[in-house]
């Protein structure tokens, strides 16, 4: 059974960092892109970085490029995290790992075949 369980969510103040991880069971990560979505209400979910576990390729949107980092964690080997920095009230939203399909390095994950159920970021003063 393929599951992805997000956690590390919580409240931050602008210009803080917070480091969200994505445990993965029922699959081999090795041979499956992994991402990080956000949405807030009643906006469309935005795709934010991806991370090509076979290669190591990873795409990040222009929207957190530079501030926002994806990795493997080198301790846990079926997690995958997602480390934020220099983080701004607009960065407030549920924050969402998936597994997909495929990879692209112009436009990173497509083909979200599973979700995890996401994990509140609050960034507020």
């Known amino acids: 059974q393929v599951q992805l369980v997000e956690s590390g969510g919580g409240l931050v103040q602008p210009g803080g960092s917070l480091r969200l991880s994505c445990a993965t069971s029922g699959f081999n990560l090795d041979l499956w892109p992994i991402g990080w979505f956000r949405q807030v209400p009643g906006k469309e979910r935005e795709g934010l970085t991806c991370l090509d576990t076979s290669t190591g390729h990873t795409y990040y949107s222009h929207s957190v490029k530079g501030r926002f980092t994806i990795a493997r964690d080198n301790a846990r080997k079926d997690t995958v995290f997602l480390q934020m920095d220099s983080l701004k009230p607009d960065d407030t939203a549920v924050y969402y790992c998936?597994?997909?399909?495929?990879?692209?390095?112009?436009?990173?994950?497509?083909?979200?075949?599973?979700w995890g159920q996401g994990t509140q970021v609050t960034v507020s003063s």
């Open positions: 998936a597994r997909a399909t495929g990879y692209s390095d112009t436009s990173g994950c497509y083909s979200v075949d599973h």
